[in-house]
């Protein structure tokens, strides 16, 4: 069960401890359009004084050559600027030639 705490933060509830060795593994849950970070609760953990320096952007690459409109160049392209998360529907079809967008999970410390 996952339960909203506000602020972008949620509050899962697991069955056993399988399961939770199993979400832990994960590290994060790809949960479209974006990504859920996990991180392990604490005593009084306040979602109101938590503070991320990251952030899910969808960036643009504008004026690409068609010849780097490829899912390998695309995402060194965007470990420049982060982690990519997914590509656009748009972009990973062609439909779209303006420019190619993908999520990125940007730090921004």
């Not at 991320?52 to 420049?80: C, K, M």
Request: charged share 15%.
């Amino acid at each position: 069960q996952l339960i909203s705490l506000g602020r972008g933060f949620f509050h899962i509830l697991l069955s056993s401890e399988a399961d939770k060795a199993k979400v832990w593994g994960l590290g994060s849950l790809n949960l479209k359009p974006g990504v859920l970070r996990l991180q392990p609760w604490f005593p009084n953990f306040n979602p109101h004084t938590q503070s991320s320096t990251n952030a899910q952007v969808w960036v643009r690459f504008h004026e690409l050559p068609w010849v780097y409109w490829d899912r390998q160049i695309l995402s060194d392209l965007a470990r420049g600027v982060g982690v990519p998360i997914r590509f656009d529907a748009m972009t990973l079809n062609g439909k779209f030639g303006h420019y190619a967008r993908m999520l990125i999970d940007i730090d921004l410390s």
